[in-house]
């Protein structure tokens, strides 16, 4: 009874956090009217792979609670998307980006082969964003505008969800893919507040 308690909070927990995960970072855009410091590719890469996630575990009718909120992540990554082409001038690109990705979900589901092919790269794309975004933060040695809070709670819903899925599936590769990026999504929170608080002692010292 214990158990099933812990578990519904877990899941509930990370839901109502992704349902605001990416708000910080969206206002921070918003607010700056720039995306410096947000990778791009990073963001694409992460959209891939939600997407490739969410449609492994409603193939193959996984509990709903443990991936409800990939569809709201999603939503939030295609704003934030849509935000980086508008501050950067190009939002006429983010339609083929759209149909891209609108694409590629259909396909996935064509033939059962794709879908576990896709899942067996998930962890590799997952991991392939958080170093696209660690990459640029090592080359600008800046976090511009890239939002801690948002890199926090991303850590904790998969931290959460290394424990959901224990306990319910245990699926191998969910759970690999979810302790790898539970910690790319630490370092990469540890490098934005590292250069955060680099940027404010530079201030302060002019």
Not at 101 to 115: D, M, N, S, Y
Request: with cysteine; net charge neutral; hydrophobic share 50%.
């Amino acid at each position: 009874m214990q158990s099933d308690t812990l578990l519904h909070v877990a899941n509930f927990s990370t839901l109502f956090i992704c349902m605001v995960l990416k708000f910080p970072q969206i206002f921070v855009l918003m607010r700056a009217k720039t995306s410096s410091g947000v990778s791009l590719n990073s963001l694409l890469l992460e959209l891939v792979g939600f997407i490739v996630f969410l449609t492994y575990q409603m193939y193959y009718d996984y509990p709903p609670p443990t991936y409800l909120e990939y569809p709201i992540l999603i939503a939030q990554d295609f704003i934030l998307l849509l935000l980086i082409f508008h501050y950067d001038g190009h939002l006429g690109q983010s339609l083929i980006y759209i149909l891209l990705f609108v694409g590629g979900w259909r396909l996935l589901t064509v033939e059962k082969w794709i879908i576990d092919s896709a899942m067996s790269l998930c962890t590799f794309i997952s991991a392939a964003s958080k170093f696209a975004q660690l990459q640029c933060l090592w080359r600008s040695k800046d976090a511009g505008q890239v939002s801690a809070i948002t890199w926090a709670m991303a850590s904790y819903t998969c931290l959460v969800r290394i424990y959901t899925t224990a306990v319910t599936t245990g699926d191998t590769q969910v759970l690999v893919r979810f302790f790898v990026i539970t910690l790319l999504n630490l370092w990469v929170l540890l490098t934005v507040i590292y250069y955060q608080r680099r940027g404010r002692k530079s201030e302060k010292e002019d």
